[in-house]
């Protein structure tokens, strides 16, 4: 498995504002992820964040809304940007481990709340 | 058709039952399959994985059917501490590691 922690924990921003979500991980990892929870829904995938390169954003997710950097494979920070009420949500950071099933371990969350 | 799809419950059973959980999925390709486990205001927790030749882990119990696509859950002798939400996650493509989430099923174990 590996160990994974986020910053801030929650955060309550105003509308227009932006946010930057950090990501650590106590190994180097390939693969690593940052995902939505929105307040009684599963978690959609937001993109995953490539170490040296842009990130791979999925279907209804753009680069200038949430831009991502990933410097380094232990390392990796997601931008909520000119948020509204609709980006009130937790964004989750996870990691692959390679194995044999090649699972997902997530961090802790940051419960994001925009006025 | 949702990519997974489960019944999202919530199931409301005694301690002690054994309750089940389904979930199917809609690309035949796909490569692994998991539950995981969310208790509220957590992130979600890998709670095992499944396999073909079914797998089990203490009183769970997980299945896989590739033919009809899906994907079983069975808690025995269920305790207080099961209750939450179990999430089926499946894998589309190993190489890509696109995991797709299900929508969970709420679990809810009374006295």
């Known amino acids: 498995s590996a160990v994974i922690s986020q910053k801030p924990s929650r955060d309550i921003c105003q509308r227009g504002t932006s946010l930057t979500i950090q990501c650590q991980v106590d190994?180097?990892?390939?693969?690593m992820f940052w995902y939505r929870q929105q307040p009684g829904q599963s978690l959609t995938l937001i993109a995953t964040a490539n170490q040296g390169s842009e990130a791979t954003y999925e279907s209804g997710f753009v680069i200038d809304k949430f831009p991502i950097s990933r410097p380094n494979l232990t390392f990796s920070t997601l931008t909520v940007s000119n948020m509204s009420p609709e980006d009130s949500s937790i964004y989750l950071c996870?990691?692959?481990?390679?194995?044999?099933?090649?699972?997902?371990?997530f961090g802790p969350g940051t419960r994001l709340t925009v006025l | 058709r949702k990519e997974v799809e489960q019944d999202p419950g919530p199931f409301n059973v005694p301690e002690g039952a054994t309750v089940a959980f389904n979930c199917t999925y809609s690309?035949?390709?796909?490569?692994?399959f998991f539950w995981y486990r969310q208790d509220c205001r957590k992130e979600p927790k890998l709670l095992m994985s499944?396999?073909?030749s079914g797998n089990e882990d203490g009183r769970f119990t997980a299945q896989l059917n590739r033919a009809s696509q899906y994907i079983s859950l069975l808690i025995r002798d269920s305790k207080l501490s099961d209750s939450a939400t179990y999430l089926c996650v499946v894998n589309m493509n190993s190489s890509a590691s696109k995991i797709i989430f299900g929508s969970g099923t709420r679990l809810s174990i009374r006295p």
């Open positions: 499944v396999y073909s």
């Open positions: 190994s180097q990892v390939t693969m």
């Open positions: 996870s990691v692959e481990v390679r194995g044999a099933d090649n699972e997902q371990f």
């Open positions: 690309n035949s390709a796909s490569q692994s």
